[in-house]
């Protein structure tokens, strides 16, 4: 059976490890979004060499190079024709998005948070989740929407917060997590199972989603690691 895949574009700032798990998730026949090129606004991004080693299309879109970020995004957007995406997948991509170009891509544009949303919208998660004393931490993959890191949630997986973790540990650990959890979620969105609908996520056939997420959160231990993180995916509802 051909089965139709969703043309996926990533938009990144830096290093790229969430875009490297897209790409090979991706590199699956199988799944059912390919990735046909890499937007950056930073010429001297990380990424950027991998995305080369991967033999795939990507451009610097800077913004030191436009007048506004109006120029900025109406010339992102004009990549995104050009690559003819019909997904765009924020990973790492630092700069906020204007309404206009937001409100566009809005429900077929997502993004990566370092962070159990609503908490800790913003930067510097996990030392503010230290700093609160969490005993679990995390990472969300939401719809993008006008408000930063505000958009309907598609998937979470959730991280223990160990007693001893440093801020770098902490990280690392949230970063595992993430580089599982948005090949599920990109897989739901292009396969319909997951969709915004009214400023809410909308789940297809909760039995689908259950089989997606391959696991649903186990009790995490404050003294131990997470043994197998798939299981840690959980997927809301
Ligand atoms: C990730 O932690 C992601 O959640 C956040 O920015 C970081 C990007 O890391 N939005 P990478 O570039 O994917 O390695």
């Known amino acids: 059976m051909s089965v139709s895949r969703k043309r996926t574009v990533i938009m990144i700032s830096g290093r790229g490890s969430n875009m490297a798990s897209l790409i090979e998730a991706a590199s699956e026949r199988s799944f059912p979004a390919e990735i046909v090129g890499i937007i950056s606004d930073k010429a001297d991004a990380r990424g950027l060499h991998i995305a080369a080693a991967k033999g795939l ?68 998660t996990h030392a503010r989740a230290l700093e609160a004393g969490m005993r679990i931490h995390g990472c969300t993959v939401h719809f993008v929407t006008a408000e930063t890191d505000s958009g309907p949630i598609i998937a979470q997986a959730a991280v223990p917060v160990l007693l001893d973790d440093t801020e770098a540990t902490l990280a ?6 993430e580089h599982h959890l948005y090949p599920l979620a990109l897989r739901m969105v292009a396969l319909g199972m997951a969709r915004m609908e009214g400023g809410r996520t909308v789940f297809a056939d909760t039995e689908l989603v259950e089989q997606s997420a391959g696991g649903f959160l186990s009790s995490p231990s404050a003294v131990r690691d997470a043994v197998d993180l798939e299981q840690l995916a959980r997927f809301t509802p």
């Open 172 to 177: 690392a650990r949230v970063l595992k997590a």
């Open 57 to 124: 299309p990507a451009r610097v879109i800077a913004k030191g190079d436009f007048s506004s970020k109006e120029a900025h995004d109406a010339a992102i957007d004009d990549a995104l024709s050009t690559f003819e995406a019909e997904i765009v997948c924020l990973a790492g991509y630092m700069r906020l998005l204007t309404a206009g170009f937001v409100e566009k891509w809005q429900s077929r544009m997502l993004n990566i948070h370092p962070a159990l949303l609503p908490a800790f919208r913003g930067l510097d």
